[in-house]
Every structure is written in structure tokens, then in C-alpha cells.
């Protein structure tokens, strides 16, 4: 593919697991030169380090959110790496276990981990804006919440008989394997509980561009947003 441009400002890509957003959210951002943040990846290796002090979803509110907050998460902001630091160790393959997602759901809904989570979010944006100028954010709420002022706001969606398949996919390559009805009850269980917590619930802003990506492959995804980026101005 020809090199676009270079991408200014940031593209706010939310939506639920299992939509292709980390492959075409990575892709863009290397496609334009820019940085790439992985908000989940985030959620996931506060949520590890919580596992890791012993506590689980029984455990005192109070307790998880001491924890979770005070997690030493350093996220890469290269798309081409999907590497990521608790501590200081690379947890990128660990934060994809089952231990994880069971609990990430849970450890995301407190307000307070999520305060903390998206302080932090917002310095990374901008830092690199101040440095390689463009960042692609993705997530749940990075269009709502965490860069409400985003050059461009993207939902992407597909059915959860898609996503589940995807995810059964993505989850091999990490080399875990699921049974695909226990990943289908999966994406249905987060779903619920992402789309139902009382702080930044999982749903499209109201600016947001809606994307539905169940007969779209990923090429295809990935030139609708590049032309979506032109269309707006925000290469140069
Ligand atoms: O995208 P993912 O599956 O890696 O995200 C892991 C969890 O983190 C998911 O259950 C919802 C939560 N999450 C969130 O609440 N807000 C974000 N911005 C990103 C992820």
C-alpha cells in the first residue's frame, strides 16, 4: 500500500472484543506513521497485577482498587509491538489468559480504577501528540470519555457469533485454546457487563462514525478509515 501520509491529531476507536479493533487500529497506525495505544491491554495488566496480589473478584473493592491503581503499567505506543510492561516484565501474552479475562471486566467497572487508568491514557495521548503528532486510541470509551475532542470517532461492530469467532482465533495465536461455545458465552458475558456498568458503560459517542465489520475484511476496514482520515484532513 502506499504510504498515505502522516496522521495528526487522534482516531478514537471503540467498540467490543472480537471486532477486529486491535488489527486495524494497529494497521492504521502504522500505515500513518503514528502511535498506537491499546486501552484494554491496559485495563488487562492493572487487572494481572491484582491476580498477582492475591485478590479475585470476592475480594474488597477497596483492596482491588489499591492495587490496580498503584500498578506500575507501561504500555508500548508502537503499533508494530504489542508488548507491555507491569513492573517492568513484559506481560503482553500473560494479560490474554484466562485469569484476566474473567476478571477485567470487574477490575474496569470500579470508577476509581478507571480514574486513574484514564489520567494516565490522556498523558500518553499527549505526550505523543506533542511528539510524533497523530496517535490511534482504541478501547471502549476513548470517544467518550478519554478524548471526547478525537479528529475522528470510529464504532466498529459485528455480531457476536463473529466476534466470539475472532476471538477464538486471536486467542489461539496467543496460544490459548477455548472451546468455541465457552468463547461465545465469553464475549456475551463481558458484553453484558461492559455495556451495563454505571461508569463509561461500552456504547458508541453520539459523533461517532459506525462501522459494521461482520462482511468486511480486514483490508477493507482498514481503506475505509484511511479514507476517513483523508476525508477529514488529518493526513499530511
Ligand atoms: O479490548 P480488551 O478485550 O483487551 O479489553 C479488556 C477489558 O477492558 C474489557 O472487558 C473492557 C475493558 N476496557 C474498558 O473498560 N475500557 C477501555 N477503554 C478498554 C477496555
Same mark, same amino acid.
Given at each position: 500500500m502506499a504510504v498515505p501520509g502522516k496522521l495528526r491529531g487522534v482516531v478514537a476507536m471503540d467498540g467490543p472484543s472480537g471486532t477486529g479493533? #486491535?488489527?486495524?487500529?494497529?494497521?492504521?497506525?502504522?500505515?500513518?506513521g503514528a502511535a498506537y495505544l491499546?486501552?484494554?491491554?491496559?485495563?488487562?495488566?492493572a487487572t494481572l497485577a491484582v491476580l498477582r496480589a492475591g485478590l479475585d473478584e470476592q475480594s474488597p473493592a477497596a483492596d482491588i482498587v489499591?492495587?490496580?491503581?498503584?500498578?506500575?503499567?507501561?504500555?508500548?505506543t508502537d503499533p508494530e509491538t504489542s508488548r507491555i510492561r507491569l513492573a517492568g516484565e513484559d506481560v503482553a501474552a500473560e494479560i490474554r489468559?484466562?485469569?484476566?479475562?474473567?476478571?477485567?471486566?470487574?477490575?474496569?467497572?470500579?470508577?476509581?480504577?478507571?480514574?486513574?487508568?484514564?489520567r494516565r491514557q490522556r498523558a500518553i495521548i499527549a505526550e505523543e501528540l506533542g511528539g510524533i503528532g497523530g496517535i490511534v486510541v482504541e478501547g471502549r470509551d476513548i470517544g467518550g470519555v478519554v478524548t471526547p475532542d478525537a479528529a475522528l470517532k470510529v464504532y466498529l461492530t459485528a455480531s457476536e457469533e463473529i466476534r466470539a469467532a475472532r476471538r477464538g482465533r486471536q486467542d489461539a495465536k496467543a496460544g490459548w485454546t477455548a472451546d468455541p461455545a465457552v468463547t461465545l458465552?465469553?464475549?456475551?458475558?463481558?458484553?453484558?457487563?461492559? #455495556?451495563?456498568?454505571?461508569?463509561?458503560?461500552?456504547?458508541?459517542?453520539?459523533?461517532?462514525?459506525?462501522?459494521?465489520?461482520?462482511?468486511? #475484511?480486514?483490508?477493507?476496514?482498514?481503506?475505509?478509515?484511511?479514507?476517513?482520515?483523508?476525508?477529514?484532513?488529518?493526513?499530511?
Amino acid at each position: 500500500m502506499a504510504v498515505p501520509g502522516k496522521l495528526r491529531g487522534v482516531v478514537a476507536m471503540d467498540g467490543p472484543s472480537g471486532t477486529g479493533k #486491535s488489527t486495524v487500529s494497529r494497521r492504521l497506525a502504522a500505515a500513518c506513521g503514528a502511535a498506537y495505544l491499546d486501552t484494554g491491554a491496559m485495563y488487562r495488566a492493572a487487572t494481572l497485577a491484582v491476580l498477582r496480589a492475591g485478590l479475585d473478584e470476592q475480594s474488597p473493592a477497596a483492596d482491588i482498587v489499591a492495587v490496580a491503581t498503584a500498578a506500575d503499567v507501561e504500555p508500548t505506543t508502537d503499533p508494530e509491538t504489542s508488548r507491555i510492561r507491569l513492573a517492568g516484565e513484559d506481560v503482553a501474552a500473560e494479560i490474554r489468559g484466562v485469569a484476566v479475562t474473567q476478571l477485567v471486566s470487574a477490575v474496569s467497572a470500579l470508577p476509581a480504577v478507571r480514574a486513574a487508568l484514564v489520567r494516565r491514557q490522556r498523558a500518553i495521548i499527549a505526550e505523543e501528540l506533542g511528539g510524533i503528532g497523530g496517535i490511534v486510541v482504541e478501547g471502549r470509551d476513548i470517544g467518550g470519555v478519554v478524548t471526547p475532542d478525537a479528529a475522528l470517532k470510529v464504532y466498529l461492530t459485528a455480531s457476536e457469533e463473529i466476534r466470539a469467532a475472532r476471538r477464538g482465533r486471536q486467542d489461539a495465536k496467543a496460544g490459548w485454546t477455548a472451546d468455541p461455545a465457552v468463547t461465545l458465552a465469553d464475549v456475551r458475558r463481558r458484553d453484558r457487563l461492559d #455495556s451495563t456498568r454505571a461508569t463509561s458503560p461500552l456504547h458508541a459517542a453520539a459523533d461517532a462514525l459506525i462501522l459494521d465489520t461482520d462482511d468486511l #475484511s480486514v483490508d477493507a476496514v482498514l481503506a475505509e478509515l484511511l479514507r476517513l482520515v483523508a476525508e477529514r484532513g488529518l493526513l499530511t
